[in-house]
Structures are given as structure tokens and as C-alpha cells.
């Protein structure tokens, strides 16, 4: 858990209903540095889908459309069923898009974080310094997307 973000998330207001904007402008931008990690197809369509609300161009039900194709996208990810839940990079890639296009912005930057750092090794999962970059950048992000970095 980035904890710094939570107490940014808090200031910024991130989680109350009025502020879908910048939670989900906020789910994108940790998404979109794992994008390269995601095998599935669908994935990559759901994200387009997130980033066309965010522009403007998808309304509410597009967006909740996608958001229950991507819930079983990322369930039914062929890494999903190993023994430690991850398989690979690819299947938390995937969960960050699924809790993104949800609006679940906090559980979307957690699972990118965690794509990104399985990324370079899965033995730096278990080494909490190894999230540091990723959590300060998640922080930085925040900030500057709500004004207040």
C-alpha cells in the first residue's frame, strides 16, 4: 500500500463521486506505465475505452460496458490461476486496467505498481524499497493532476 498516496488521495478529495474525473484521469496515467505489460487484446481495447471517456469521447455506459468486460478479462487472465496469483507482470497489468475502467483508481495504481516492479523481477516484489519510485511517482501524478503538486 502507498500510503503517501492515500493521504494525497484523501486532500484531493480523489474518492468522492464528484472527483470521477480526476479518479479516472488518475487510473489512466498509472495504467498507461504498465501498458506495454498487458498480452491481452481486450485489455489494451478496454483501456482505449478509459482513455476516450477521460477525453471526452465515451459516455457513462461505454465506460461501465467496459468495466464488466475487463472484470472478466483480468479473472479469466491465463496467469491468474498460479500459485502465487500473479503468474506474471501481465496478469497485474491487467487487474490495473480492470480497477481503472472501474474507477477504482487506488486498486488501479496498487496493481501497476506491483506489474511494474514484478516486471524487473519477481523477487523485488517481496522488497518494499522496490515500490518506492513507482509510489512517489503515483504521489507526484496525483498532485499534479489535482493542482495541488
Sequence with gaps: MNDALARVAAETGLLDPA???????????????????????????GLAVLQAWVEGRADDAALQAAAT????VANGHRGSNSIDGSAHAAVSA?????????GRALEAASYAAYASV????????NDRASFEPEFAWQ???LGRLSGKG
Aim: with cysteine.
Design 118 to 125: 514484478y516486471a524487473y523481477g519477481g523477487y523485488a516484489v
Design 19 to 45: 472527483r470521477q474525473r480526476l479518479r479516472l484521469a488518475f487510473a489512466l496515467a498509472c495504467v498507461r506505465r504498465v501498458e506495454h505489460l498487458l498480452e491481452d487484446e481486450r485489455a489494451k481495447e
Design 94 to 102: 491487467t487487474y490495473a486496467v480492470a480497477n481503472a475502467v472501474a
Design 69 to 72: 468486460r475487463m472484470q472478466a
Design 139 to 141: 504521489v507526484q501524478e
